[in-house]
Each structure stands twice: as C-alpha cells, then as structure tokens.
C-alpha cells in the first residue's frame, strides 16, 4: 500500500494550489481517503475528505470555499484545489485512507489506515 502526495510548494497568500495523493495497492473506490495538516507545534488536523463509493465530501469550517477536493479513480488519485491561501494554511498536509466514512475525519488521525509521506505548502503574507 502507497500513497503520494505531490504539489506543494511556497506561494503568496491569495495564491493557489494544487495537491495530489496517488494511491496503489488497495481498492480506491472502497476507502475514504482524506487531507490532513499539519503546522510546527500544532496537532495534525483534519481538512477536507472524498469518497469515491458515495460521493461524499467533508470539509473543515476553516477551507469551505477555498479548497475543493476531488478524485479520479481511474488514476487512483484524489485532488485538492487550494485557492485564496492564508499564512495560516502553512503546513505540512498529508493524506490517509481509511475504510470508513468521511465523517470520520472528526475523530482524529488514529481512524486512518494508510498514510502517505506529506508534502510542505508554504503561505508568505
């Protein structure tokens, strides 16, 4: 099992940016898969969630309408848009699979089976 994610990077605030976490060696469609972040000091916290069997999303308060997330299950690969960035948004954002529902991503890391390596997004203000 593997997941990358790529696409980080440093940008000015209000800048965008575009993440992906490609997945392999489970079924795609079967498993939630979902962002997290997380910045120097602070607990690792839950962004934003897809899952391709239903259609769900999930998103926290902080990047409804700004982020977007998306998949493609014929790349087995999940998306996430980052638009109008904050300094705040600063992190390192990883992505994990769990076989679940998205809303699990409000009970904490410890749900999520698989995890990928994090890629830095940078916000300069």
């Known amino acids: 099992v593997q997941l990358v994610e790529s696409g980080g990077g440093l940008v000015q605030a209000g800048g965008s940016l575009k993440l992906s976490c490609a997945a392999s060696?489970?079924?795609?469609?079967?498993?939630?898969i979902g962002w997290f972040r997380q910045a120097p000091g602070k607990e690792r916290e839950g962004v934003s969630c897809i899952r391709a069997s239903d259609v769900s999303t999930y998103y926290t308060d902080s990047v409804k309408g700004r982020f977007t997330i998306s998949s493609d299950s014929a790349k087995n690969t999940v998306y996430l848009q980052m638009n109008s960035l904050k300094p705040e948004d600063t992190a390192v954002y990883y992505c994990?699979?769990?076989?679940?529902?998205?809303?699990?991503?409000?009970?904490?890391?410890?749900?999520?089976?698989?995890w990928g390596q994090g890629t830095q997004v940078t916000v300069s203000s």
């Open positions: 060696g489970f079924t795609f469609d079967d498993y939630a």
């Open positions: 994990a699979a769990g076989s679940h529902a998205c809303s699990w991503i409000e009970y904490g890391v410890s749900w999520w089976r698989f």
